[in-house]
């Protein structure tokens, strides 16, 4: 399922229309983005976690040259799956 596709899925659920759901989900998404870039971590009941995770500088090796390089330390957005999702999606419920 792509962006419009689920903007479309929203729509339905929902009985908007396609354009009103698409700023529903734009925003939802936007929101995400900017928190998480912001440091915070947005908890969602049932569903999961968003999350920024730092990852240390460490050594790799460059596939080219076989070469050792320094990563250099960085954030990443990270989502973990909440218990209820988990379980949907493993058919438990």
Known sequence: MNKTELIAAVAEKT??????????VSAVFDTIVEKVAAGEDIRIVGFG??????????????????EQITIPASKIPAFKAGKAFKEIVDGKE
């Open 15 to 24: 009985e908007l229309d396609k354009k009103e759901a698409e700023k529903v």
């Open 49 to 66: 976690t968003f999350e920024c995770r730092e990852r240390k500088e460490r050594t790799g090796v460059n596939p080219r040259t076989k």
